[in-house]
């Protein structure tokens, strides 16, 4: 296979695992689908990223850049997020919010980019502005915005799922934007 050959097999099988596991998650998407998804043999999966897991955890660390987010108290944030999100659906990290996962190493790695993409930014802000339990504010807001997310597309919230982007990006905002009372964590 040539080089060029070499990197088109490994993005199809990026780009192939960051739906798939969007869609049915870790645990229900196999080696064999990925293969088929991508178009290439599922062989290559062990080449390219040595095992299943460690396609995930490639598919986790591209799924949200490598630029560092503004915090989903942020408008434009929040709305970027949710209209990609609308056309993709919630990836691996989103994923991650609502399920643990059996592999060790995978659970690590989506806590670590949940954390670090989400949490991190609104502990951030929450420290700058005084707020006391500024970690809890901040995972609260963030388990808020994934189940908004998750919810929106599991189609069982009827006015959720129909909603425009920009009526949950200003409802979802006005939600998150509660913990930033000093009393919000205090009942």
């Known amino acids: 296979m040539t ?18 596991f969007a869609e ?5 998407t196999t080696v064999r689908e990925l293969g088929e998804r991508a178009g290439v043999d599922p062989a290559l999966i062990a080449r390219h990223f040595g095992s299943k897991a460690g396609l995930y ?15 989903l108290l942020e408008r434009d944030r929040r709305g970027a997020l949710l209209e990609r999100l609308s056309r993709r659906g919630a990836g691996p990290v989103f994923q991650a919010a ?7 190493e995978v659970q690590d790695a989506a806590r670590r980019e949940l954390h670090g993409r989400l949490v991190a930014p609104l502990r951030r802000r929450f420290e700058h502005e005084g707020l006391d339990r500024a970690q809890l504010r901040a995972e609260l807001a963030t388990a808020a915005f994934a189940g908004i997310v998750l919810g929106r597309g599991s189609g069982v919230f009827d006015a959720l799922t129909n909603a425009s982007i920009e009526d949950i990006e200003e409802l979802s905002g006005a939600l998150l934007d509660g913990l930033r009372s000093p009393r919000a964590a205090e009942n």
């Open 57 to 71: 955890l490639a598919a986790l660390t591209t799924e949200l850049g490598q630029q560092m987010p503004a915090d």
């Open 24 to 28: 049915r998650g870790y645990d229900r």
């Open 98 to 104: 609502l399920r643990a996962h059996e592999d060790p």
């Open 3 to 20: 080089p060029r050959g070499s990197a088109r097999s490994h993005d199809l099988l990026l780009a192939a695992a960051t739906e798939l």
